[in-house]
């Protein structure tokens, strides 16, 4: 274990591939946890101004279609699944099919995305954009404007995860094809996986606490 | 570590998808109904549901080490402290009335 050569995927400052895999996925871990206390943040705010003003965020929501939102929440969940295929794939080592997969996870995004793109437009179209168009028609709540200060930045912060997401999953495909990763080292694809499964999991947060609030009030977007 | 990597059998990953599918109808269909209070308490059971169906199969957790499962549980700790903490704090002010009384 001790020879100086440095050939293949270890690098020459870890004894063993597997001690170079732990101490990545321990990396990747940390990063998220950070990232557990970014979006926790966001959430703590939601929570305490839900607390103070109720009424607004109940009205909030029923500007939101939860059907867009599951759709949404269904998409995401099956980019998951292409995702976590990917992995399997890079693990028995078939470089095909991780690229496919990956590019299957990129274009479910893209259809996030797409979806997402209709419904800023549509809060836009009728003033529902705070400090940017701000026109809420008929009596809004006097505090309307903090549920969807709270909508933009949540689902933006969430939807800029997904655009370094894309980066890093065009980076690790364009690997895969190379054929850079084999059933010993596949680690890349494996924290790629592990990086686009926890923005999967702040949307399994973000659909029931912003779109659903008011589905018991006959909810529906109007 | 000197075991294999764990390879999941692709049946494994197909039902923890449908069942997350499942419990992402459930969320919905349960908000339809008007329970007060009890309805965040059931959308935010059920996201913890999904998030540890997640956790444990798509991340791999369930085969990790246990350094992997301790930053995990970090996680939570450090969320239940920051929501925890916050909350005390506003669930037990009371109306300022004014200077002097």
Known sequence: ?222 | MSTEHHVTPLRVYFTVFALLLGLTFLTWWVATIDLGAWNTTIAISVAMTKVMLVVLWFMHVKYSNKLIWFFAAAGVYWLVLLFGFVMTDYLTRLPVTGWGG
């Not at chain 1, 929440?73 to 794939?89: F, N």
């Not at chain 1, 505090?143 to 909508?151: G, M, S, T």
């Not at chain 1, 923005?199 to 659909?207: K, N, P, Q, R």
Request: glycine residues 12%; charged residues 10%; hydrophobic residues 50%.
């Open chain 1, 1 to 222: 274990m001790s020879d100086a050569t440095h050939t293949g995927p270890l690098a020459h400052h870890f004894e063993t591939l597997e001690q170079q895999n732990e101490t990545s996925a321990i990396g990747m871990w940390a990063f998220l946890v950070q990232e557990v206390m970014f979006f926790g943040g966001m959430f703590a705010c939601y929570i305490v101004y839900r607390h103070m003003y109720p009424t607004a965020f109940l009205e909030g929501s029923a500007h939101l279609d939860p059907l867009l939102g599951g759709i949404n929440t269904a998409v995401l969940l099956g980019s998951s699944l292409t995702m976590a295929l990917a992995v399997r794939a890079a693990q028995l080592g078939k470089r095909g099919q991780t690229a496919l997969l990956i590019g299957a996870t990129v274009v479910l995004g893209l259809v996030f995305f797409g979806v997402k793109y209709f419904e800023y437009a549509e809060k836009w179209h009728h003033g529902l954009v705070p400090g940017l168009h701000w026109a809420p028609t008929g009596n809004p709540d006097p505090h309307l404007h903090i549920f969807f200060a709270l909508y933009f930045i949540m689902t933006g912060m969430h939807a800029l995860h997904m655009v370094i997401g894309f980066v890093l999953m065009a980076f690790v495909g364009v690997r895969a094809l190379r054929g850079r990763y084999s059933p010993e080292n596949y680690i890349g694809v494996e924290v790629l996986g592990l990086y686009w499964h926890f923005v999967d999991l702040v949307w399994i947060f973000l659909f029931p606490l912003l779109y659903l609030l008011s589905a018991h009030l006959g909810g529906g977007a109007h």
